[in-house]
């Protein structure tokens, strides 16, 4: 049968000002309409205005993104799938993804994140991987704003419950403050999973007659049109759409997981996938584009939770915990079965069909009906005019190193204090205190160190992970910004002792109709790969998230990277704070005059300005050699990466980051005396570590070896004091102090407000 | 100025998931209670404070909700009564 | 031995429980599923952590009705062993095995973090590998752990050595205690007044690998060992 | 057999901490709201469920209170309102 759908009744009718509306451009119009070969319906509209929209359809950013490397030997999966997969040997395979919940965050912070993070646990489970890790990575204004502080809080309290619910440990991420994300805060879940590769599972419908089969929750009228909603300015307007906030259930998303993980063992299904952006609709005609297969949907079919929802409705909510599983025909009771031992309900809702057509019917009415996969296939891509902003160009080229000094800066401990107690440099304990970061007990290195490390279970393998960006480079030169992210991730790593192997991306962007947000993204882009082809670290996957911008302009350009690496064995995993007194100090890679961009200019002389450190891809794939060789040779007790605040920021961090066993150190900085102070201690200069060891000559050689310049500077001690020797003298800081600052930074700024409370109170929490 | 005692209900936006509610339906139903149909969660909050009169205290009372006692996105509330105490 | 593990929908540390059994104390042990009716003959049944049916209303409220649960009551009136960790502490307190309930963390915040712990007695089916005032470091990991009763019930557990472990400050070596959570009299752990029922918020389980930071408790099992294979 | 709908309160029994009414108090007087005295938090639960009669209704809303939805070592209950829907 192919009748052309007749319009439904109580369906308003399509204007242009309906069209308009659902966010299509007259073109894309005229594109549906030659498609279809007539006007599409009002629930045609929906469909193809959800499928159209940025979030699903990468409008804006997929010629781009083509430019990216996927490919490695151990990659198995590139992007394409709901999650990337690499192998890590012995028959292991690892999927890992990250996905950005910012506008929903930026509207209701506790459900947006939470719901972010239920999202990205479905795109890892249904290929098949055991959740074993999320991460995160996360902007917001300055804490001294009400709302940033109400943001930060619920989104902090969000991704908490809902992992902690499902049981999933949380082990690390990143928090940066910033006046850029006033308004706008970015929201990126990363999570990890592990499998055997033969488990491996894709979201590709095939085999006509299959049933298709909607799992988990109730559909309600959550969040219709989240996703075009997630694609549009943040404005006033989207403030009137909070109702369609989605609530998250973590309880049936623990279910869902067990479930679906027994469904793909069993070899009962064909294929399976989160009903997440844009839901049915999205999920249904991805996984049918996929297979090139024809699919037919009755919306009367789905369970839903309020009576005389509309197709349009069914097929656009966004109610959280649903899966969409084509399952074998002849097995539906086998599904049954499963699902019912969780509690779960499964409804038979279409089947995969001869025909080439996406159709959908209410009933025995064809409400809607697509021809082949065009739905998906026909969204057109866009490469808008990329012009940098001059005032930015401007910014780059100022001269930094002419900005005056404060008179406190005479006294360099004031300095370094005051950089110690900047939120973004200070420690994320109340943060990450109330995320369970050891179920499981694979936790070797949980947050609070450089990377986060894991043990693999049945192997002596283990696995690193980290998040990394630094917006304000990328701001100020995003190409640079880029290559730091990924070589900062790979940096970190390397320094718990993992070979870094392959990244996920979420690329957090303002308007890409605007030109200079379009030059961003570009470069960025070429950055990151640039950076991923010298550091052999393929992208598998990723997430874009544009329009992040609010009445006072874009967001810095934040291409977030999420790193995987593998540690050969577990006993190479390294921590970052110092760890036996009397063991030598050593620097990787050397001090620069460079101070753009830096946390220095920012939190003391309240400046963004200067062209960011430059990122030497070579030296920094050298660096990391040296480094994995110390390891394997057991030469290192510790290391830690020099970044934000740079190296006297880096050092205090080795001496106070664990509170409990601070340890003091005598440091010598005399040989760069040529180098003005301030860079000396607060240059952000790339491609340096700060080891500790017992062993320094074995450490010097593999440096040598590598050709990474290397020098001892000082000695791990029992006091109580972080000594620092420069050209004509010698700074004395009190570790209380330091620790004082660096600890209570956070604590301090978040007890004098009602925004934890606020958050405590009202998030619908398990009570 | 006299002490009033003003309580509230907040309950979860009609159309938004209760997981809270469907939670505490499916348990009572496995208890044996099958009368029910529906259950919703949300919370009862009493404050004590001073005003002018009981219609001062509701209109502070309905401030507070709007500042911190109910999260506009996903929560209604009403002011269930008004006394002195 | 065996040791039989609840899993309730929602536990998710039931797998932590299991493998703190088989590969670190060496010995049997077996998944119960909520909706079984008996115990596959296991000797020690453990509670473990996680959230139970989602505990939106109150953790454990709802797991003390599902079927499993009455059979784990037969079997602690019997007087076997029954440890429950973390939720399974909270359950076993709402089942009535323990007295007591856990409730919101005063800081109204999910506490994650390895805490020190005091035995304050030695002489029980679950601690007797340790030595009183022994210090031992676990991770707690619990939104709900705020140890709540009344003082008759407090001094009774005190009295009666019922109060197993307590929380104590991680710097210095003075016995100064506190409460991570807001729990009364910093009480970590009891056990009930026959002896065979212990509840704790901190996570042994989690603390049997000094890989993952902590191995300290391994005693707990080897305690349950000790005396019931004896 | 006709639809009820049952409103209750669970509250901390007195005398034990509450934190979030106290935290609660605290935020509000941060805001500004300086008159708060006091303030308790409880849950608010509305069960809708068919009955014989109000009576019956009531009656087996407090059996639900004493099985589940209320802890007797540290919350109290009350039946609220009993309305029919
Ligand atoms: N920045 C990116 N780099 C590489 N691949 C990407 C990037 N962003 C998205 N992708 C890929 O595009 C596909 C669709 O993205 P996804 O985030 O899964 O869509 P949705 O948000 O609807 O789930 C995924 O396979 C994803 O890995
Ligand atoms: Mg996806």
Redesign the pocket.
């Known amino acids: 049968m192919n009748v052309a759908p007749r319009p439904r009744p109580g369906d308003p009718k399509v204007t242009p000002a309906l069209v308009a509306e659902h966010g299509l451009t007259e073109d894309e119009y005229q594109r549906v309409v030659r498609m279809l070969g007539r006007e599409p319906t009002f629930t045609e509209l929906g469909i193809v205005s959800a499928l159209w929209n940025e ?2 359809a ?1 409008k804006h ?1 997929r010629p781009l ?1 083509r430019t ?1 490397p996927t490919k490695a030997p151990w990659v198995l999966q590139g ?6 997969v690499i192998s890590i040997g012995d028959g292991i395979a690892v999927a890992f ?1 990250i ?1 950005s919940h910012n506008h929903p965050s930026a509207v209701e912070p506790y459900q947006g994140a939470a719901t972010g993070v239920g ?1 990205i646990l479905r ?1 890892v489970f249904t290929m098949g991987a055991r959740p074993m890790a999320l991460l995160n990575s996360l902007r917001f204004g300055s804490l001294d704003s009400p709302r940033a502080r109400y943001l930060f809080a619920g989104a902090v309290k969000g991704i908490g419950d809902y992992g902690n619910c499902v049981g999933v440990p949380t082990v690390g991420g990143e928090v940066v403050f910033d006046e850029a994300y006033e308004g706008n805060p970015l929201v990126n879940a990363m999570c990890i999973g592990t499998m055997r590769e033969d488990e491996l599972m894709r979201a590709v419908a095939q085999g006509v007659g299959n049933p298709i089969i909607a799992v988990g929750a109730r559909t309600g009228r959550d969040g219709i049109h989240g996703a075009s909603f997630a694609s549009a300015d943040l404005s006033d307007e989207s403030e009137a759409k909070r109702p369609q906030v989605q609530v998250g259930d973590p309880f049936t998303e623990k279910l869902l997981l067990e479930a679906s993980l027994e469904l793909i063992r069993s070899g009962a299904i064909v294929a399976i996938q ?1 009903m ?3 839901g049915l609709v ?1 999920s249904s005609a991805e996984m049918a584009a996929r297979g090139d297969v024809g699919v037919t949907i009755d919306t009367a079919k789905v369970p839903t939770r309020e009576p005389g929802m509309a197709p349009y409705e069914i097929l656009l909510s966004e109610s959280q915990e649903r899966m969409l599983v084509v399952a074998k025909r002849g097995r539906e009771d086998e599904v049954r079965r499963i699902l019912g031992k969780w509690d779960l309900t499964a409804a038979v809702i279409g089947e995969v069909i001869e025909e080439p057509v996406y159709r959908v019917t209410e009933g025995d009415r064809v409400v809607a009906e697509f021809p082949g996969t065009r739905l998906v296939t026909d969204c057109p891509t866009y490469t808008p005019p990329a012009q940098e902003s001059a005032e930015i160009t401007a910014l780059r080229a100022r001269d930094v190193s002419r900005v005056p000094e404060r008179p406190e800066e005479a006294d360099p401990l004031w300095t370094l204090t005051r950089l110690l107690d900047a939120p973004t440099i200070a420690s994320k304990t109340w943060v990450y205190r109330q995320y369970d970061s050891t179920v499981r007990t694979n936790t070797v290195i949980g947050p609070g160190g450089d990377a986060a490390a894991l043990r693999i279970r049945g192997t002596t393998k283990g696995l690193a992970a980290k998040t990394d960006c630094n917006g304000r480079y990328c701001y100020l030169d995003p190409r640079m910004g880029a290559r730091i992210a990924v070589a900062e991730a790979a940096r970190n790593v390397a320094c718990t002792g993992g070979r870094p192997r392959a990244i ?4 957090n962007f303002g308007n890409p109709r605007k030109p200079e947000v379009y030059h961003q993204l570009k470069e960025a882009i070429a950055g990151m790969a640039e950076a991923c082809t010298a550091l052999g670290t393929p ?6 998230s544009l329009y992040n911008e609010h009445p006072g302009g874009a967001v810095y350009p934040t291409p977030v990277v999420g790193m995987v690496g593998v540690i050969e064995s577990i006993d190479h995993i390294t921590r970052s704070t110092f760890e036996r007194s009397g063991d030598e100090i050593i620097l990787l890679g050397e001090p620069t005059n460079e101070l753009g961009g830096s946390e220095y200019l920012h939190t003391i002389h309240g400046i963004v300005a200067g062209a960011p450190p430059s990122c030497d891809l070579e030296a920094e794939q050298a660096l990391i050699d040296a480094l994995l060789e110390s390891i394997a040779l057991g030469a290192v007790h510790s290391a830690h990466d020099c970044s934000d605040g740079g190296l006297a920021v880096a050092l205090a961090e080795c001496s106070i980051m664990n509170r409990a066993r601070m340890r003091g150190a005598e440091v010598d900085l005399s040989s760069w005396a040529s180098l003005p102070l301030r860079a000396l201690l607060f240059g952000e200069a790339q491609g340096r570590v700060i080891v500790s060891t017992a062993a320094s000559n074995v450490v010097l050689a593999s440096a040598k070896r590598h050709g990474v310049p290397a020098q001892q500077i000082g000695w791990v001690r029992a006091s109580h004091t972080l000594r620092i020797r420069v050209a004509d003298r010698v700074i004395e800081a009190p570790l209380a102090v330091l620790a004082e600052a660096y600890h209570e930074a956070i604590p301090r700024r978040m007890s004098r407000s009602a925004a934890a409370v606020e958050v405590a109170f009202t998030a619908a929490t398990p009570a | 100025m006299s002490r009033f005692r003003v309580a509230l209900h907040i309950v979860p936006r009609r159309g938004l998931l209760d997981p809270q509610g469907k939670a505490v339906a499916d348990a009572l139903h496995t208890l044996g209670f099958k009368s029910v149909e529906d259950v919703h969660v949300g919370r009862h909050v009493v404050v004590e404070l001073d005003a002018r009169d009981a219609t001062a205290a509701e209109k502070e009372a309905r401030a507070m909700c709007e500042r911190l006692l109910a999260n506009p996105v996903t929560e209604d509330f009403e002011i269930a009564t008004v006394s002195t105490s | 031995m065996k040791f039989g593990i609840v899993t309730f929908p929602g536990s998710n540390c039931d797998f932590d429980a299991y493998h703190a059994i088989v590969d670190a104390l060496r010995e049997e042990a077996v998944y119960l599923w909520h909706k079984d009716h008996d115990l596959a003959g296991a000797d020690v049944v453990i509670l473990p952590g996680g959230f139970s049916y989602g505990d939106y209303l109150r953790a454990g409220a709802i797991a003390r009705f599902s079927p499993i649960m009455t059979e784990v009551a037969a079997h602690a009136r019997r007087g076997a062993p029954v440890l429950g960790i973390c939720n399974g502490f909270q359950i076993a307190c709402e089942a009535g095995l323990l007295p007591g309930a856990l409730l919101r963390n005063e800081s109204l915040k999910f506490v994650s973090e390895p805490v020190q712990l005091r035995v304050e007695n030695a002489d029980t089916l679950f601690t007797n590998r340790y030595e009183v005032g022994q210090r031992l470091t676990m991770p707690i990991a619990h939104g709900d752990g705020r140890y709540t009763a009344d003082d008759e019930t407090l001094d009774r557990l005190e009295g009666e050595g019922q109060v197993v472990l307590r929380y104590v400050h991680s710097e210095g070596d003075a016995d100064e205690y506190w409460s991570p959570n807001g729990s009364m009299r910093a009480i970590a752990g009891i056990v009930s007044a026959q002896g065979n029922v212990m509840g704790l918020m901190p996570h042994p389980e989690r603390a049997v690998d000094a890989l993952l930071g902590s191995s300290d408790g391994i005693g707990i099992f080897e305690s349950m060992l000790a005396r019931v294979a004896a």
């Open positions: 979030h699903c990468y950013s993104l990216l992007p394409g799938e709901n999650a990337g993804k996905e999202g795109d989160d997440g952006a844009a999205s996920t991306n979420n690329l992208v598998t996957g990723g997430n874009v």
